[in-house]
């Protein structure tokens, strides 16, 4: 998204003006924009007001409460780690993970969990050449470089469960994942496509846990100190949210936020600029990737992100040999209807709010987890 800059957009609609307020002298408050934007939700004009720089799409839910795979092997904006997502209290930790650096240090430090595999690295396992055609492994140096990384990610939250063993379960699962993940992208050869569904399986997990391990460690502690003041956001994914409190404390950890407003309760917020938002497809593979079945969902970050962690469960890794084909089973042989494969992405054109106003923010502590 740092490669976008932002447009300007008129400041006026339905007979309010986002900047009346502006005041470049004043600090910005909570509730107070960087940046800002008109936006229509189920009819209803609202704005959005943002700590960031730049405010994305409100990306439509899950389309037809289906996830499926992206021309990119990823799963456009319905990944947490490539889009902001509406603020859940059970998955908190996704505004803090970390967004594609743009320096040459960041990238030397966290790049190959951005990098995108290609036809080089898809090699034999026997003769270590680029080959184009049947199964085969990730070249040893790339899979090596994903490797240490994780090695790194995973003692460093072994290190930090220790201290406090009441959270260890809440790290166990994306932990036994990634370590799962990176075992298979090892040892099992694939074709080339499944190659690179494995990689971004890979790096998804990496971010998630990276992420946890961050808010758990940097952010939280933030929220809870009353010292805390606000500042720059840090370069993380970040959040939608219709929670005034959510904002409130995404602001003194330093994390991005999208406060999103009916338009008739702006009354003396201090707005420095008013945008377009950043379409999702500028920024975010959204075409369905062929021949990979869709997984149901719902439309809440809750469901989506539990569907997204037993996604890998369910795409096959092989052609099934023992399963018959529709043309050779006898009547009634299979028992359950063939998935559908996705088809091609929409951007919805009704949007809908990405979190109800009723909902509530609980901070992770010790004690949720035990």
Not at 10 to 33: E, H, I, R, T
Not at 290 to 310: N, Q, V, W
Not at 326 to 352: C, F, K, T
Request: charged letters at 20%; proline letters at 9%.
């Amino acid at each position: 998204m740092d490669r976008f800059i932002p447009i300007d957009a008129p400041s006026l609609q339905n007979g309010v003006d986002l900047l009346k307020n502006k005041n470049l002298d004043a600090k910005l408050g909570n509730f107070d924009g960087r940046v800002a934007a008109h936006v229509i939700i189920d009819n209803t004009p609202c704005y959005i007001t943002s700590n960031a720089a730049y405010i994305p799409e409100i990306a439509p839910s899950a389309r037809d409460s289906k996830l499926f795979v992206r021309k990119d092997m990823r799963y456009g904006p319905d990944d947490p780690t490539l889009w902001p997502q509406q603020y859940s209290p059970t998955f908190c930790h996704l505004g803090a993970i970390r967004r594609r650096p743009t320096t040459e240090i960041g990238l030397l430090a966290l790049g190959i969990m951005f990098w995108n595999p290609q036809r080089e690295d898809f090699i034999s396992p026997e003769s270590g050449m680029t080959i184009t055609r049947g199964l085969g492994k990730l070249r040893h140096r790339q899979c090596s470089r994903l490797a240490d990384a994780v090695k790194i990610l995973l003692e460093e939250c072994r290190n930090y469960t220790e201290t406090i063993p009441a959270v260890a379960r809440v790290f166990s699962m994306l932990e036994q994942s990634l370590k799962l993940g990176l075992e298979r992208l090892q040892s099992v050869p694939s074709t080339y496509q499944r190659m690179v569904l494995e990689v971004t399986i890979v790096q998804r997990t990496y971010l998630e846990l990276k992420g946890l391990l961050e808010y758990m460690t940097i952010y939280k502690p933030r929220m809870e100190n009353p010292a805390s003041e606000s500042g720059y956001p840090e370069d993380c994914v970040g959040v939608f949210t219709s929670d005034p409190m959510v904002a409130q404390l995404f602001n003194v950890a330093r994390l991005p936020y999208w406060l999103i407003r009916p338009l008739s309760s702006f009354t003396r917020e201090n707005i420095l600029r008013v945008i377009e938002p950043l379409e999702v497809f500028l920024a975010v593979e959204v075409e369905a990737a062929e021949g990979f079945p869709s997984f149901p969902t719902g439309a809440s970050t809750d469901e989506k992100i539990r569907s997204l962690h037993l996604c890998t469960l369910n795409t096959p890794w092989y052609k099934n040999p023992l399963k018959q084909s529709a043309a050779s089973a006898p009547a009634g042989a299979n028992d359950s209807p063939h998935q559908p494969v996705a088809g091609p992405s929409r951007i919805s054109e009704q949007r809908h709010p990405p979190q109800s106003s009723r909902s509530k923010y609980r901070s992770p502590s010790p004690e949720r987890y035990a």
